[in-house]
T-cell receptor
């Protein structure tokens, strides 16, 4: 089974709303990363959070990490149509295992 | 453009043929990763290099797959005797130590 599992698998929201995606993992980690992938393109790194950090911000992105629950969340505030993409979490254990991703659709 | 390039971008081949893909990482990055991605799935780890040493190889990687990074710079991934199940996007990524990875645009392989 995969180390990172994103939830939900698909999310559809209106422009301007916030989008929250969750990631669960199984083993201990040093860091967890979130990536975005537009259709047919390569992945783009969004944010890295270390195991001793609980929250991190980058622009409209907010990532939290709860190592006791082995989970992380990605919040995108004030979403835009350009945020439409698949979002993946990946952990550094077992050579960067990616989950199946959350497909986010932001409707104008 | 992340600075990681992959060639070719698309490859169509017949079953049984050999194919080779190339990845040029960001020059100062010592780690290079290969992944395979199929539609609707996340990237699946294949192998990674630290400099020229191949340190890990997925159990999912059959003997038909081989990767090299001869001088610790660019890398090649070869698939011998391709099968239809090999059809996928092959992604390369590089990083400086165990930090964020920068992905190339991928090579889409179609095996007929």
């Amino acid at each position: 089974s995969q180390q990172g599992e994103e939830d939900p698998q698909a999310l559809s929201i209106q422009e301007g709303e916030n989008a929250t995606m969750n990631c669960s993992y199984k083993t201990s980690i040093n860091n967890l990363q979130w990536y975005r992938q537009n259709s047919g393109r390569g992945l783009v790194h969004l944010i890295l959070i270390r195991s001793n950090e609980r929250e991190k911000h980058s622009g409209r992105l907010r990532v939290t990490l709860d190592t006791s629950k082995k989970s992380s969340s990605l919040l995108i505030t004030a979403s835009r149509a350009a945020d439409t993409a698949s979002y993946f979490c990946a952990t550094d254990s077992q050579n960067f295992v990616f989950g199946p991703g959350t497909r986010l659709s932001v409707l104008p | 453009d992340t600075g990681v390039s992959q060639n070719p971008r698309h490859k169509i081949t017949k079953r049984g043929q050999n194919v080779t893909f190339r990845c040029d990482p960001i020059s100062e990055h010592n780690r290079l990763y290969w992944y395979r991605q199929t539609l609707g799935q996340g990237p699946e780890f294949l192998t990674y290099f630290q400099n020229e040493a191949q340190l890990e190889k997925s159990r999912l990687l059959s003997d038909r797959f081989s990767a090299e990074r001869p001088k610790g710079s660019f890398s090649t991934l070869e698939i011998q005797r391709t099968e239809q199940g090999d059809s996928a996007m092959y992604l390369c990524a590089s990083s400086l130590e165990v930090r964020e990875q920068f992905f190339g645009p991928g090579t889409r392989l179609t095996v007929l």
